[in-house]
């Protein structure tokens, strides 16, 4: 052990081998660039080891301060929710053990920068040349139902749209969020475009990638006249690497401060003003670098365990992440095809 705190790689999880192949392929590159550090990976929901016996093996080695850090891009229900739950869970029962918790990774330029690299090496594989000029690109994110998530797909398609000069860029979800990638797809052919670069803004692959990829195939097939082109996700870019560790500096030194300015959950968001103050599935915080107290009642007692600073929403956890689950959040995930609104 080091003087360091161990570092636990919190991700979703998926139904989908190659996904969680590829977490845990990253999370071993997190491992050899924290060399002499204590680091587990464990997963949300789908996959195993779930979250809590990653943060188990921790203790188990002796760890007596553990940085957790959200793989996961933006913050929505599972960043402000659920992880928080499981990690309070796991504090209130280990009062000893210091937890620390990350922020999302947000969007950041080096994430923006591995995009760009994304988009261009699709490029490079096209049979031809075509202007950015008269080339679009559809930027493709999860979706979810927290607006503030969904705007910041728009936010990052908008910088690489104007950064990489495409002559238009447009945004869609893969589920729950509109516009669909079919949609939004036999939308954009429609402008006269010769080449379509759609590209899901995803860290790994999984059955969502793959479902992006299948409706661009189905669009292209019934328009010969377009170049469509499928740019790769993020997945173990260099940059994204870089992204991690500044999110591990950030929880080790408490320096960062999660953005609650368009919090559904806080704020009145237009369409979504019955959500303030709204009961979730696990207690709420928008704190980077979460210092969990360890002297308040268990989980048992209280329903969560208080963190040291933020805001937050009371409200039971309504299933267990624990063992062999697959369990129904009160938020839909992005494989669910329901309305673009549903409360959490």
Known sequence: MTDFPAVMLCGHGSRDASAV?????????????????????????????????GLEALKARGAKRIA?????????GHVKNDLPAELNAFAAANPGIEVRFGRELAVDT??????????????????????????????????????????????????LWEGMG??????????VAHPRVDAALSRLVRLGFRRIVVFPYFLFTGILVRRIYDQTDTVAAANPD??????????????????????????????????????????????????V????????????????????PSPAEAGFAKAGRGHSHDHGHGHDHGYGH??????????????????T
């Open 110 to 159: 080096r994430l923006v920068a591995a995009s760009a690299a994304r988009i261009e090496e699709a490029e490079t594989r096209a049979s031809g040349a075509v202007p950015r000029a008269d080339t679009v690109l559809l930027t493709v994110g999860r979706g979810t139902n927290d607006p503030d998530a969904n705007s910041n797909v728009a936010k990052v398609a908008r910088m």
């Open 226 to 275: 377009v170049e469509f082109l499928k740019a790769g996700y993020l997945n173990d870019h260099p940059l994204l690497v870089e992204c991690f560790l500044d999110r591990l500096r950030e929880a080790e030194e408490g320096t960062g401060v999660m953005n609650c300015l368009l919090c559904k959950y806080r704020e009145r968001i237009v369409g979504f003003e019955g959500a």
């Open 166 to 175: 495409f002559g238009w860029g447009a945004i869609a979800y893969s589920g």
């Open 277 to 296: 103050g709204e009961a979730q599935a696990g207690h709420h915080y928008h704190v980077r670098g979460i210092g969990i107290d360890s002297d308040l």
């Open 21 to 53: 192949s590829e977490f845990r392929a990253f999370a071993e590159i997190l491992r050899r660039r924290l060399a002499g550090r204590d680091v587990e990976s464990g997963f949300l929901e789908f996959a195993r080891p779930v979250i809590r016996d």
């Open 326 to 343: 697959d369990h129904g959040h009160g938020h839909p995930h992005a494989h669910d095809h329901g309305p673009a609104r549903r409360k």
């Open 68 to 76: 957790c850090l959200p793989g996961m891009l933006f913050a929505a």
